[in-house]
């Protein structure tokens, strides 16, 4: 349950989204949808315990919450709140309320002019992957903290004659823990950036400085400034070479005789656009850590699409944070919102890392069934302990309409993460199967199972779970 820390934090944040909101809401639609979910859930092993040390349960969860979606010409909003209330038969001692809101809005405050993004996240989060961790908030495992994280950031843009486009933009974030034990924080960035208007010819630059700031509860604080020039010329009709130079002045924590993380950067590349349908970005850089690369690749088909990024960054757990994806979700299961799985979160630290992310994704759609396939890769080197953590993964997932408002659902999923300082590997298997019913527009069901597995170096967190639900959920 939130603490008095965090509930100040959110109220902070529904002001801010509220003052934003006051000017621009004549012009926009308002929409308030309340709704309720309710699912029985049985598990052979709630603890997620070895072989030989499970305990059983059936736990029933109660999930009221609402949506709101604002749509307008100056204000956009979209805000998901849920309660979910669990309760155990067996282990009634782990009887508890969790909540969990994101929001995401933009409001135009002076028209083609100044603008105001806003985000916030409240939900709970694994504090260290290395030890057990619950895989949701059914299971009596712990290791888990509520986090709320938010950022506003105004901006101002303005064209300038026909030469360029630029834009001024302040941001403020906040990433607060209900554990004590962790490292809050506080991040402010400038920005600066202008770039060419679009061209006939497809030539183009952006020029960009940025400064950010990382204030933690009791870490050496971080910087980051960065000044980059890049250039876009078209070498056919279809091809165009990219250009980057800058330098970089960072300051954070590191290990003894480490890299100075300052110095002039590059980046040379190509662009291919085939069609519309396909495009296709690569390069290679250098950084003060060494060599560095990106790719991005985009391609359309009749009936699927798919999706590569390749990127290579400093990062921050408050950051990932602050720019982790905002779900807006259709129903609710046993494990609260729906959602395709991300990629799996680092330890909660104040250290700063070089991370090295390859994601890749797949969609078919056909008729009454479709494809879901998701792949990635994540490399993670920390600046001061000098740990490092490899994860991949895969998750497929079928849906196929096989009756009227009926679905069948099938998935599988697979999650290999290395922990350097403990020289382990973990590898994690799911597979479920559910099938869902929909009663009108406002209310569906629905009834499945999951298996869950995880074999280790370390037979202590090795654990496998079983798992039944039935949920039925309405909206209003």
């Known amino acids: 349950m939130p603490n008095n820390k965090l509930g100040r934090e959110s109220l902070r944040l529904a002001v801010l989204m509220a003052l934003a909101s006051g000017g621009a809401s004549a012009w926009a639609d308002w929409e308030f949808t309340p709704r309720i979910s309710v699912s029985e859930t049985y598990t052979d092993n709630v603890t997620q315990a070895p072989r030989g040390f499970e305990r059983d349960d059936w736990i029933t969860s109660v999930n009221p919450g609402f949506t ?115 490292s809050d924080s506080e991040g402010n960035r400038v920005e600066l950036l202008a770039s060419s208007l679009p061209r006939s010819d497809g030539r183009g630059w952006v020029a960009d400085y940025a400064y950010d700031k990382l204030e933690f509860d009791d870490f050496p604080d971080a910087r980051f400034e960065r000044v980059t020039l890049g250039l876009r010329q078209p070498l056919t009709g279809r091809t165009s070479l990219l250009l980057g130079v800058g330098y970089e002045d960072n300051e954070f924590e590191q290990a003894p005789g480490a890299e100075d993380p300052s110095g002039f950067l590059w980046t040379v590349g190509l662009a291919w656009n085939p069609s519309t349908l396909t495009s296709l970005e690569v390069g290679v850089g250098e950084r003060f850590f060494g060599n560095t690369y990106f790719l991005r690749f985009d391609h359309r088909t009749r009936y699927g699409t798919w999706s590569v990024r390749y990127e290579e960054d400093l990062a921050s757990t408050a950051q990932l944070e602050i720019d982790r994806e905002l779900l807006s979700p259709t129903r609710l299961d046993e494990t609260g919102f729906l959602e395709r799985p991300l990629v799996g979160f680092p330890r909660i630290t104040p250290e700063i890392f070089l991370q090295k992310l390859l994601v890749g994704s797949y969609t078919y759609e056909r008729g009454t ?53 403990l020289d382990r590997v973990d590898n994690g298997y799911g597979a479920d199967l559910s099938v869902v019913q929909e009663f009108g527009e406002r209310a569906s069901g629905g009834v499945g199972y999951r298996y869950y597995r995880l074999d280790s170096d370390d037979p202590t967190v090795e654990y496998r779970v079983n798992l039944l639900f039935a949920e039925y959920s309405m909206s209003f």
């Open 68 to 182: 709101l979606d604002v749509d307008g010409e100056r204000l956009d909003l979209l805000a998901n709140y849920d309660l979910e209330a669990l309760y155990y038969i067996d282990n009634s001692d782990g009887n508890d309320l969790y909540h969990r809101f994101t929001a995401d809005g933009r409001a135009e405050l002076l028209k083609d002019r100044l603008f105001l993004d806003a985000r916030g996240l409240y939900t709970q989060q694994i504090v260290n992957p290395e030890a057990p961790a619950a895989l949701s908030n059914l299971f009596l495992v712990g290791n888990r903290t509520d986090v709320f994280a938010y950022s506003v950031s105004p901006y101002y843009k303005q064209e300038i004659g026909n030469l360029a486009l630029a834009e001024l933009r302040y941001g403020y974030s906040s990433v607060d823990y209900e554990d004590e034990d962790l």
């Open 369 to 421: 069934s479709r494809v879901d396939v998701d792949a990635y890769n994540v490399r993670r080197e920390f600046e001061v302990s000098g740990d490092e953590d490899n994860e991949t993964g895969a998750v497929a997932t079928w849906t196929w309409g096989f009756a009227p408002r009926t679905d069948l659902i099938l998935g599988g999923r697979w999650r290999q993460r290395e922990f350097s300082d």
